[in-house]
């Protein structure tokens, strides 16, 4: 079971499936539970809802099996049988009550049931489940219009969420705390930081991007939204020639020429000097004309052309003659 879990963590779907039809031959639940967590990875919920369906035939008492079952449903937006799988997974013997709280907590969030909801997850004591519902937590209360509650849980969520060694948590809190303060105090500095915070934590959050557009306030008269291919060089290591790379963002702005400013926002201060704008496409109007960045890409290798590599060689010759 334990490589079945190593192989769903590394994203090894074939593997994983492979140790599941071992374990499902051996009449071992665990081996439904893998199959069903991998092939709702791969994107085929039905056969996923298919083989929870034959693994609690076999099997009826495993709360799991039932908790996955509902929260397949619930993803599909099929409320009453998701209700159903949790009430299940709650009747079973050595249920783990925590994480199918959690589970309802969503399910209640996504049905609009916001107090409901909040009750459930507030009474979630138990790691790793009560670090995973803070974000929900904080979700809650921001959709409850109780901006300062959530401000409040940012020091106990963080204790939590950190102690999960996963960044993404914590740049989803990071995004949800500015998110806070923006809108219960249109607090623009605090709801800065916060974003800046986020995006160090994971540097594609969408909701941190946004709260940065919104705290910028600065509207586009133009409003265009562009794909830009940016450009760059990574600092040089000694004993080793420089490296290129290129990054593509999309914007919102009046025209190419300012794209490089918001850009340069988001990137180290190493490599500002080197970025420039190779080429960019006109994509759909936006909805919201604010001006910034709403999307990046990893950082992608790219070959120095003769120019910048005579460039790297004036800069040598410059430290040469300041060394000397």
């Known amino acids: ?33 893998l199959l069903a967590r991998a092939h709702q990875a791969l994107g085929d919920e039905d056969r996923a809802l298919e083989l929870l369906r034959e693994g609690l035939q076999r099997t009826p008492e495993v709360w799991v099996l039932w908790l996955l079952k509902g929260e397949l449903h619930s993803a599909r937006g099929e409320v009453d049988d998701a209700r159903s799988g949790f009430q299940r997974a709650l009747a079973c013997p ?28 507030e009474a979630i004591e138990t790691l790793p489940w009560r670090a995973q519902a803070w974000p929900l937590r904080i979700a809650l209360l921001i959709a409850l219009q109780r901006y300062d509650q959530a401000i409040d849980l940012e020091e106990a969520a963080m204790t939590d969420l950190e102690a999960l060694d996963d960044p ?35 540097p594609y959050n969408e909701d941190a991007l946004w709260l940065l557009r919104q705290a910028r306030q600065e509207r586009a008269k133009a409003a265009r939204r562009l794909k830009v291919v940016v450009t760059g060089r990574w600092p040089k290591k000694e004993g080793r020639p420089r490296e290129g790379f290129f990054r593509i963002y999309q914007v919102v702005v009046d025209g190419p020429g300012e794209a490089l400013r918001f850009i340069e926002e988001l990137e180290p201060p190493t490599l500002i000097g080197s970025l420039e704008v190779e080429g960019f496409e006109r994509l759909a109007s936006p909805e919201e004309p604010l001006k910034g960045v709403e999307a990046r890409s990893e950082y992608l290798a790219r070959v120095l052309d003769e120019d910048e590599e005579d460039e790297d060689e004036d800069e040598d010759e410059e430290e040469e003659e300041e060394a000397t």
């Open 1 to 33: 079971m334990e490589e079945g879990y190593r192989h769903l963590e590394a994203g090894e779907w074939a593997s994983a499936l492979a140790v599941g039809e071992q374990l499902r031959a051996q009449a071992f639940s665990g081996g439904y539970e």
């Open 94 to 121: 050595q249920v783990d009550v925590s994480a199918v709280h959690l589970a309802q907590a969503l399910l209640l969030h996504n049905t609009g049931q916001y107090l409901e909801a909040l009750a459930l997850a």
């Open 168 to 202: 993404t948590p914590l740049a989803h809190l990071h995004a949800q705390i500015g998110q806070a303060w923006w809108q219960g105090h249109r607090d623009k500095a605090r709801a800065r930081l916060s974003a800046l915070a986020s995006l160090q934590q994971n």
